[in-house]
């Protein structure tokens, strides 16, 4: 069974900082694309921070320079590390590892962690 456990989250003040981490149990990350995404009340889902399995890594302007994606393949774990966070960053951040072999895709989702960030 595949499980990706986030955690981390919590209440920040503006300017603050977070480390979410994405543990996964029954598949290995390092073979996965890694995205974290958000999605805040009445919003769409947002990708945030997008790692390929090589390490290449991707971000939206919203979040470059103050998001920052890493991997510890020894741990089986993916990180978000969240800086000079604003209010506009409340959300619940989602993990996602997406694995493509020719036609085939495995994509899954962890449950998310809340990252509230108010003064």
């Known amino acids: 069974q595949v499980q990706l456990v986030e955690s981390g989250g919590g209440l920040a003040q503006p300017g603050g900082s977070l480390r979410l981490s994405c543990t996964a149990s029954?598949?290995?990350?390092?073979?996965?694309?890694m995205s974290w995404y958000r999605q805040s009340p009445g919003k769409s889902r947002e990708l945030v921070a997008f790692?390929?399995?090589?390490?290449?890594?991707n971000y939206p302007d919203s979040v470059k320079g103050r998001f920052t994606i890493s991997r510890d393949n020894a741990k089986n774990t993916v990180s978000l590390q969240v800086n000079s966070l604003k209010p506009e960053d409340t959300a619940v951040y989602y993990c996602?590892?997406?694995?493509?072999?020719?036609?085939?895709?495995?994509?899954?989702w962890g449950q998310g962690t809340q990252v509230t960030v108010s003064s």
């Open positions: 996602n590892a997406n694995f493509t072999f020719f036609d085939s895709v495995s994509s899954y």
């Open positions: 029954g598949i290995i990350l390092s073979i996965y694309d």
């Open positions: 790692m390929t399995s090589g390490g290449s890594t």
